[in-house]
């Protein structure tokens, strides 16, 4: 079964500290690899994708086939990082259906 | 932002009342999603659409049913509303493959 596991429901860091969220997947061939950010009181908006390979306000993300992760860095934390996050592995599920899940999120908060 | 907009924005209704909730998009997507969020559970695929009335169950499907007769308009309806289904729901619209998904504001429903 597709499955997507961010095992930390909360993480705490201080300002400057590294920040590491992760992402396990378990999908049948190469799925799709997003992290997608959520503000308070605002709508999620992607955060960066793994195709790109970019980084995004600091943030980066590695893809490691072999134990199937995605984990999202930051090397310095900042207090406007404090959000909730978001791992989207996607992938065509049959014919043309585009299945996009998401795994539970983890909740940053970055202390001063 | 994206064109895309959810209708009505809040909402309380009784038991046993039907709801529809409205995602309205402008940007000619193939893919809509409708999600729900709760607490501790993330956000949850409740039905999606790959094409004018071709949708396809998520993982919390049950007492929920969608309708998409044009490709703008993904309605969502809770054809007997229960207070386990007070939650924030958002719709979420996407081109194709390796592209960002967009989301809308959400709709927070008050089942009482």
């Known amino acids: 079964a597709q499955r997507v596991t961010q095992p930390e429901k909360l993480l705490s860091v201080f300002k400057g500290a590294p920040v590491e969220l992760k992402c396990n997947y378990s999908?049948?061939?190469?799925?799709?690899l997003f992290w997608y950010v959520q503000y308070s009181r605002q709508r999620l908006q992607l955060l960066l994708r793994?195709?790109s390979r970019e980084s995004i306000k600091g943030f980066t993300a590695d893809l490691n086939k072999g134990e199937t992760s995605f984990h999202l860095k930051k090397p310095f934390a900042q207090e406007e990082d404090s959000a909730m996050y978001y791992c989207?592995?996607?992938?065509?599920?049959?014919?043309?259906?585009?299945?996009?899940?998401f795994g539970k999120g983890t909740l940053l908060t970055v202390n001063p | 932002d994206a064109g895309i907009t959810q209708s009505p924005r809040h909402k309380v209704t009784e038991t046993g009342t039907p709801v529809t909730l409205r995602c309205h998009q402008t940007e000619n997507h193939r893919y809509m999603y409708w999600y729900r969020q709760d607490p501790g559970h993330g956000l949850r695929l409740i039905h999606y659409?790959?094409?004018?009335?071709?949708?396809d169950k998520g993982e919390v499907s049950d007492g929920y049913s969608v309708s998409r007769s044009k490709t703008e308009d993904f309605l969502l309806t809770l054809e007997s509303a229960t207070s386990s289904q007070t939650s924030v729901y958002f719709c979420?619209?996407?081109?194709?493959?390796?592209?960002?998904?967009?989301f809308g504001q959400g709709t927070r429903l008050t089942v009482v």
């Open positions: 989207a592995p996607s992938r065509v599920s049959g014919g043309s259906n585009y299945k996009l899940t």
């Open positions: 979420a619209i996407k081109g194709g493959s390796n592209t960002e998904a967009f």
């Open positions: 659409s790959y094409g004018v009335k071709d949708t």
């Open positions: 999908y049948s061939g190469s799925p799709e």
């Open positions: 793994h195709i």
